[in-house]
């Protein structure tokens, strides 16, 4: 395979139409929140009461400000929710897109330097220290070295997760710069169990999606 001599601008998911990308660098994520919170509403029957409503709306939009939110503060790129409900089961799912910190090496006087072979980080997100349930493995997404990583996420309610979620980061690295990783971090929390089938189908649907990522050059 011939390396590329430029690195992307940029990069394609084939994503379906009921999810939305809510933009954290540019563009106004306060709108594609309330572009969310209204789909997810326009199938409830016009003749439920509105003070009934009105409560789950306001909860739903102050845990995806919340989401958002930190997504900013961990400067992410892009942030994918579902906007609208799939039958009576909301998805509770998101994707979130960003560069991963280079991790370093230390050499024998103690100078403290970052990994840029891609070969070698892969080789230390694998083989690093992880939790007993944490699943890695390693390949390649769109020509690129990739790791995949799967593990279960405890909750944490100081953050506004009640739950436990089922947690799955595709580390990418970018061609042409080895100095960069792609990172996207999907995340679901099933029917309320980590491990149920709808986690299972979810994250099933999360691989097969990545299957669809494409790098975009300028």
């Known amino acids: 395979m011939v390396e590329p ?9 084939l994503l379906p139409s009921d999810w939305v990308q809510v933009p954290l660098r540019q563009g106004e994520p306060e709108e594609a929140v309330r572009s969310i919170v209204t789909s997810a509403f326009t199938r409830i029957p016009a003749d439920v009461p509105r003070d009934k409503l009105t409560p789950l709306r306001l909860e739903l939009e102050r845990r995806l400000r919340a989401a958002v939110a930190d997504a900013r503060k961990a400067k992410a790129l892009e942030m994918y ?17 960003s560069e991963a910190l280079l991790p370093t090496r230390t ?13 070698e980080t892969a080789l230390q997100l694998v083989s690093g220290d992880r939790a007993a ?53 999907f995340s679901t929390i099933g029917a309320g169990d980590p491990r149920d089938d709808l986690a299972d189908a979810l994250v099933e649907w999360f691989d097969a999606l990545m299957t669809t990522f494409r790098w975009s050059w300028a």
């Open 107 to 119: 050499d024998s006087n103690g100078t403290t330097t970052h990994v840029s072979d891609p070969a």
């Open 5 to 13: 001599t430029s690195s992307p601008t940029g990069y394609r998911l």
């Open 133 to 185: 349930d944490m699943d890695v493995s390693s390949g390649e997404v769109d020509g690129a070295l990739a790791v995949r990583r799967e593990r279960v996420a405890p909750p944490a309610a100081d953050r506004g997760a009640e739950l436990a979620s089922r947690r799955v980061d595709y580390f990418v690295s970018v061609p042409g710069d080895p100095g960069r990783w792609f990172v996207a971090a």
């Open 81 to 97: 929710l579902p906007i609208r409900l799939s039958g009576e089961t909301n998805l509770g799912a998101s994707i979130i897109v």
